[in-house]
């Protein structure tokens, strides 16, 4: 079985070169990991290219040598072997829709994956899928969510799982419908991958969304759920705490020599976990490398979707 594995491997002609499409914020862990990898070369494309020397210092210590691009239409002279999406999700499409013509390997794209303007799910689904055959399925979505609930659910050992509170506070200018997409993906991720889910049933009791709050109150796959989602330009990092069975639990990050250090907070008591997003980034980059399957990752992403599009509707028609 090993050497089916390393011939496999050896049949892939390992990345050398990457290109970040938005390396602020979720892109920089992009860069992080692109150079754990062992990537030589890592093209930027960004709106304000004053930055890039800025950001470059900070990323430390590296032994990338980096580009940065003024277009997307640089990219095919630079030919990358693995490309991350990390612009907004409004652009989302468009972006990909340039990169189809240059046939990249391999494209991470971060979530969220909602850019329909009119949120119809059916055409959404048309979209992703027809960018899948064009990438020829080598594209996978970061939900780094699902890793959080693996190691929840190898620490804490649930039966049946009857009701899920979810609470995230992130930093962000986003408004009502917008704080939707932004921070939906995750907690409903979070919970179908709590639950083992390959499939999503949900009746929404309620619904309420002001311009910096949303409040979720839905049966999802028989589980009584409330999700509880907030974006504050104040805050100074994000918040995130969940309720399994009416145990109370709580995401925290400790940082020391500058090494962040990851805990669920139980009972009073901590639990070392690694960072999900390391985790989920290093996962996908491996999967692309190795030419495996993502088909549970387009599981995943298609009822994300069909949630996210279902409740702006629901935002949507109760303000007109």
Same mark, same amino acid.
């Given at each position: 079985?090993?050497?089916?594995?390393?011939?496999?491997?050896?049949?892939?002609?390992?990345?050398?070169?990457?290109?970040?499409?938005?390396?602020?914020?979720?892109?920089?862990?992009?860069?992080?990991?692109?150079?754990?990898?062992?990537?030589?070369?890592?093209?930027?494309?960004?709106?304000?290219?004053?930055?890039?020397?800025?950001?470059?210092?900070?990323?430390?210590?590296?032994?990338?040598?980096?580009?940065?691009?003024?277009?997307?239409?640089?990219?095919?002279?630079?030919?990358?072997?693995?490309?991350?999406?990390?612009?907004?999700?409004?652009?989302?499409?468009?972006?990909?829709?340039?990169?189809?013509?240059?046939?990249?390997?391999?494209?991470?794209?971060?979530?969220?994956?909602?850019?329909?303007?009119?949120?119809?799910?059916?055409?959404?689904?048309?979209?992703?899928?027809?960018?899948?055959?064009?990438?020829?399925?080598?594209?996978?979505?970061?939900?780094?969510?699902?890793? !959080?609930?693996? %190691?929840?659910? *190898?620490?804490? @050992? =649930?039966?049946?799982? #009857?009701?899920?509170?979810? &609470?995230?506070? +992130? /930093?962000?200018?986003?408004?009502?419908?917008?704080?939707?997409?932004?921070?939906?993906?995750?907690?409903?991720?979070?919970? !179908?991958?709590? %639950?083992?889910? *390959?499939?999503? @049933? =949900?009746?929404?009791? #309620?619904?309420?969304?002001? &311009?910096?709050? +949303? /409040?979720?109150?839905?049966?999802?796959?028989?589980?009584?759920?409330?999700?509880?989602?907030?974006?504050?330009?104040?805050?100074?990092?994000?918040?995130?705490?969940?309720?399994?069975?009416?145990?109370?639990? #709580?995401?925290?990050?400790?940082?020391?020599?500058?090494?962040?250090?990851?805990?669920?907070?139980?009972?009073?008591?901590?639990?070392?976990?690694?960072?999900?997003?390391?985790?989920?980034?290093?996962?996908?980059?491996?999967?692309?490398?190795?030419?495996?399957?993502?088909?549970?990752?387009?599981?995943?992403?298609?009822?994300?979707?069909?949630?996210?599009?279902?409740?702006?509707?629901?935002?949507?028609?109760?303000?007109?």
């Amino acid at each position: 079985m090993e050497i089916i594995k390393n011939s496999k491997r050896l049949l892939m002609k390992k990345f050398k070169r990457g290109l970040i499409i938005g390396p602020d914020g979720i892109g920089q862990a992009h860069i992080r990991e692109y150079i754990n990898y062992g990537i030589d070369e890592i093209s930027i494309i960004r709106k304000n290219i004053f930055k890039n020397k800025k950001m470059i210092t900070k990323i430390k210590p590296h032994k990338a040598r980096f580009n940065f691009l003024r277009s997307l239409n640089e990219i095919k002279k630079y030919k990358p072997d693995i490309i991350s999406v990390c612009s907004p999700h409004y652009f989302h499409i468009k972006h990909l829709k340039k990169i189809s013509t240059f046939t990249p390997r391999s494209i991470i794209v971060e979530k969220p994956f909602i850019v329909s303007k009119d949120m119809n799910f059916e055409k959404l689904e048309k979209t992703t899928n027809d960018l899948n055959n064009k990438f020829k399925k080598r594209i996978f979505v970061n939900i780094p969510m699902t890793e !959080l609930t693996k %190691q929840v659910i *190898k620490i804490f @050992k =649930f039966n049946k799982i #009857k009701q899920i509170k979810f &609470k995230y506070l +992130t /930093k962000g200018k986003h408004k009502n419908d917008e704080i939707l997409i932004d921070l939906l993906p995750h907690a409903i991720s979070f919970i !179908l991958s709590l %639950q083992k889910k *390959k499939s999503l @049933k =949900f009746d929404i009791k #309620k619904l309420f969304v002001n &311009k910096t709050k +949303t /409040k979720i109150f839905a049966i999802i796959n028989e589980t009584v759920c409330e999700i509880y989602l907030e974006q504050n330009i104040n805050i100074k990092k994000s918040l995130l705490s969940f309720e399994i069975n009416k145990k109370k639990f #709580k995401r925290i990050s400790t940082v020391k020599d500058k090494i962040h250090t990851n805990y669920i907070l139980y009972n009073k008591k901590k639990y070392k976990i690694k960072n999900p997003m390391t985790l989920s980034l290093k996962k996908i980059i491996k999967s692309l490398d190795l030419n495996l399957n993502n088909n549970m990752n387009r599981i995943y992403i298609g009822l994300i979707n069909k949630f996210t599009c279902h409740v702006i509707k629901m935002f949507r028609k109760k303000l007109i």
